[in-house]
């Protein structure tokens, strides 16, 4: 009687083990799929608006690109709003963007809303949009092209630090921070800034429909806040969201009660993370920033005389 009540206490522990792998295999099963379909993007099925924000100092960005790229074949997204809170970056890198952009504003409609900052390359972003929204307080503007060179040769001096250079010719390795600038590497390094100033020019005349003076008043560098931006013709009009979805609705019947999905591109450097780099002079994170070459970014000088 004993071995036969073992025996059916052992069935009975060996059934709950096999029930208790079984619940585990299936949650196991049930979660890899739902990760698996939830990559895919098969649970966000149907017709959504896009966001996509462009925040901080705009650099190079190839996870950027490729998600934007990507936007281009998605048949469920029924238009995009660019959330621009950037001073700008690097020439080359708000071109490229700026032109990723566009050639989505092409076949899908995009509109840009302005947050605290888009200026320079940030703006450059923002005139891909058919529509431009801002707030009356957002600072934009700042249409230019910078290329900045410090020079150390005084210091060298000073410290009694020799310098000498062998090149290939008399442009090569200028501007140079050890050695003053020759009068050849300044008309060269003008000639880089007006050439990408024109291009900048070029797009904001064709995008915002102004040339001649009125082009001229507005690409000298100037800042402009979000009322004088709107009189000057550099926006379409003041709002936010709210008004990019009702635009959305009245010029291409989507729906501002529909479903909206964040474009994920990664990590971005925000202003705060920059502003507070730049001032405390953090160097680790400074280093991560260089900005090479031409760049179209608005910054402020710190503690320059007025």
């Known amino acids: 009687m004993s071995l036969l009540t073992d025996m059916v206490a052992d069935r009975r522990r060996l059934q709950r083990t096999v029930f208790f792998w079984r619940a585990i295999s299936a949650i196991v099963v049930v979660l ?36 934007i790229d990507a936007l281009l074949e998605d048949p469920d997204l029924s238009a995009l709003i660019i959330y621009v809170n950037s001073p700008g ?99 060269m390094g003008q000639s880089l800034v007006e050439d990408v100033h024109q291009m900048f020019r070029k797009i904001v005349g064709e995008r915002r429909g102004l040339q001649g003076e009125k082009l001229d008043d507005i690409t000298d560098g100037r800042v402009f806040s979000g009322v004088s931006a ?11 969201m709210a008004e990019a979805r009702v635009w959305l609705k009245e010029t291409y019947g989507i729906s501002d009660k529909g479903a909206e999905r964040e474009i994920e591109t990664g990590h971005s450097v925000g202003l705060s993370e920059w502003a507070g780099a730049f001032l405390t002079g953090r160097s680790d994170f400074v280093g991560r920033l260089t900005l090479d070459g031409l760049v179209s970014v608005w910054h402020p000088s710190v503690g320059s005389a007025p």
Do not use: C, W
């Open 32 to 67: 890899f799929v739902s990760a698996l379909l939830g990559k895919e993007g098969i649970f966000d099925r149907g017709a959504y608006v896009g966001l996509l924000t462009i925040e901080g100092v705009i650099i190079d960005d190839r996870r950027r690109a490729r998600a």
């Open 89 to 187: 970056g690097s020439s080359a890198a708000s071109e490229s963007l700026y032109r990723s952009l566009h050639r989505l504003a092409n076949v899908k409609p995009v509109v840009t809303v302005m947050g605290g900052v888009a200026a320079s390359g940030g703006y450059l972003a923002a005139v891909a949009a058919e529509r431009i929204f801002a707030r009356e307080s957002t600072v934009t503007g700042s249409i230019g092209v910078v290329l900045e060179v410090t020079n150390f040769v005084e210091l060298m001096r000073m410290a009694g630090i020799g310098h000498e250079t062998l090149r290939s010719g008399p442009l090569k390795a200028q501007p140079n921070p050890l050695e003053p600038m020759s009068p050849a590497g300044r008309e």
């Open 230 to 240: 709107y009189q000057n013709g550099l926006i379409d009009a003041i709002g936010g």
